[in-house]
């Protein structure tokens, strides 16, 4: 990995979600709530050691705008954000629990390389991210 260190392979489990619910947007980061506290509770888990972290996926409100394929081409419009939830407060909320996506942490080739690179060194993000 560019700027990664000592391990040579290294394992992140996603939970993908998608959404059409508009995201709330305080500048630098997008709400999703998570309907699944048992969910939110296994992402957030410290003790081991994959990387676990939320992709959301916000897509069009018309489902026709969602996807758009050719022979030469394959267009999903929108885009997705991560989070690691790794260190994240416990909750009592039993409908679920709202998290912030930072729009820094778009879900992209690149992020997902540096993201390796950052594990590989042990180093795991955590939430909330800077």
């Known amino acids: 990995f560019d700027g990664g260190g000592p391990l040579t392979e290294v394992s992140i489990n996603v939970q993908l979600k998608a959404t059409v619910k508009h995201a709330a ?6 709400s999703y ?3 699944d506290p048992k969910q939110y509770d296994v992402l957030r888990t410290e003790t081991i050691a994959t990387q676990r972290v ?3 996926l916000f897509l069009p409100s ?3 705008d969602w996807l758009h394929h050719t022979p030469e081409q394959l267009v999903l419009r929108r885009c997705a954000f991560w989070q690691s939830l790794r260190g994240a407060p ?3 909320n039993t ?3 709202t998290v912030k996506l930072p729009k820094s942490q778009m879900f992209t080739p690149a992020s997902l390389r540096a993201l390796a690179a950052r594990l590989s060194r042990f180093d795991y993000p955590r939430y909330p991210a800077p």
């Open 90 to 92: 416990p909750t009592t």
């Open 95 to 97: 409908s679920g629990v």
């Open 54 to 56: 939320l992709v959301v």
């Open 33 to 35: 709530f998570l309907e």
């Open 62 to 64: 018309d489902d026709g």
């Open 25 to 30: 947007d305080d500048g630098t980061s997008l």
